[in-house]
Structures are given as C-alpha cells and as structure tokens.
C-alpha cells in the first residue's frame, strides 16, 4: 500500500501549572497535553493520526512561515 508522508506545524505552549499543550492548527480539535516535551510530541502524534483517521478529508498542510508576538497596551481597570 502506498503512503503519503504529511508535516503538521505543531504549536507546544507551557500553562500555569506546567502543563505543555500541544496544538495543530491545520486539524481543527487536535490537541492534547503532556507533562514533558516528550511525552507531549508523543501524543500529539497520536492525536494527529486519530484526527486523519476521523477526518476523511483531503489533508494539505500549511507551510511553516513562523510565529509573531504581538503586544498590545491594555488600561488598567480600576
């Protein structure tokens, strides 16, 4: 059987009680969570292969271009 081989972006982010919360933007739903970066990639491979199975879809994932901060000034509530 032939495969086809597909790059995800996945975005890794900290939360407050040290959780890493990994996301694929091109998979609407696909996250998960993991208490290391490694046992958190582990997953997100998991997840993703779930979202592809469940989603029968024609999958393109996006280029990679990067990631921007933005910060913006918010008033103080008073």
């Known amino acids: ?3 086809q081989i597909l790059d ?3 975005l ?3 939360d407050e009680d040290g959780i890493y919360v990994a996301s ?3 998979l609407q ?3 998960t969570q993991g ?3 490694e046992e958190v990639m582990e997953r997100i491979h998991e997840a993703i292969e779930l979202c592809l199975e469940a ?3 024609e999958i393109n ?3 990679f271009v990067g990631i921007q901060k933005v910060q913006i000034e918010k008033p103080l509530q008073v």
């Open 29 to 31: 739903g696909c996250h």
């Open 61 to 63: 994932p996006m280029i």
């Open 12 to 14: 890794i982010e900290k």
């Open 35 to 37: 208490k290391t970066i």
């Open 55 to 57: 989603d029968k879809e």
């Open 1 to 3: 059987m032939e495969k």
């Open 24 to 26: 694929v933007p091109e």
């Open 8 to 10: 995800f972006t996945v």
